[in-house]
């Protein structure tokens, strides 16, 4: 088994500290480059989503702590943070059917989770949001 | 990330854009993509060849983008992007709104 973990402001600088945090983790258990990426972005936006919104009005000291443990090919992403109650996962999947014109340009972010990761799944703990996230690592 | 611009014939720009469209690099690109299409470009060629990573803020700032120019009678559109980011495009439903062409040639063809 292999974990990492590490904590987050809310700042959107943070950005390119967890591409670094994910091609490490991703070369030291040698995953594929598209595997790598899929982590990468799947970080990327969760973490974007907080940091966006999850501190609006917030008067503490914000603080977004990620732990991502691989066992065998089992990767969980745990995104932890202590803003205000925010379920992504409530957002309206975007429907890709639309023209140009009538097309939101929000929404993209979760659905691309949902689409990388096996399962997502959103929790509220001692005044903290926690998102849990599977996926089975592709080795080909 | 970087980016240069080269306007070719019949008022066509390129933009060419290298390395990562994340939240923290996007807003950059965004601004200068406004800044084309306010100097009056419409027809936009933006070349994504040497763009390895984008996401959902980058994908929003290529609709943002093409939303502004439709309306002005301009069209952008995407060039040879790497697969990992075209793939990222089709999973967003970019594929049925947005134009992409494999190669420059084909980008101004479509263009003309």
């Not at chain 1, 040698?30 to 917030?58: C, H, K, P, R």
């Not at chain 2, 923290?24 to 800044?35: I, V």
């Amino acid at each position: 088994m292999a974990s990492v973990s590490a904590v987050f402001s809310n700042d959107r600088a943070e950005i390119s500290r967890l591409a670094g945090l994910a091609e490490r983790f991703g070369q030291a258990q040698q995953l594929s480059d598209d595997e790598v990426m899929a982590i990468n972005l799947v970080l990327d936006e969760v973490v974007t989503n907080v940091i966006d919104y999850g501190f609006e009005g917030f008067a503490g000291t914000p603080e977004i702590r990620l732990t991502m443990t691989l066992e065998g090919d089992e990767l969980t992403i745990l995104v932890e943070d202590n803003g205000r109650a925010f379920d992504p996962l409530q957002a309206a999947a975007p429907d890709l059917d639309v023209p140009l014109e009538d097309r939101p340009v929000g929404g993209l972010g979760i659905h691309i989770v949902r689409s990388v990761m096996n399962t997502v799944e959103y929790d509220r703990r001692g005044g903290r949001n926690v998102l849990t996230m599977h996926k089975t690592i592709s080795r080909a | 990330m970087e980016m240069f611009q080269s306007t070719t014939d019949a008022g066509i720009l390129t933009l060419t854009v290298s390395g990562r469209l994340d939240a923290d690099t996007t807003p950059r690109f965004g601004d200068a993509l406004n800044g084309c299409i306010e100097q009056g470009n419409h027809k936009i060629i933006l070349d994504l060849a040497g763009v390895d990573y984008i996401s959902s803020v980058g994908l929003r700032a290529l609709m943002v983008g093409a939303k502004r120019v439709a309306p002005l009678g301009g069209k952008i559109v995407i060039c040879a992007p790497h697969a990992r980011v075209l793939k990222l495009l089709e999973l967003a439903g970019f594929t049925s709104i947005l134009p992409i062409a494999a190669t420059r040639d084909e980008a101004l063809e479509r263009l003309r």
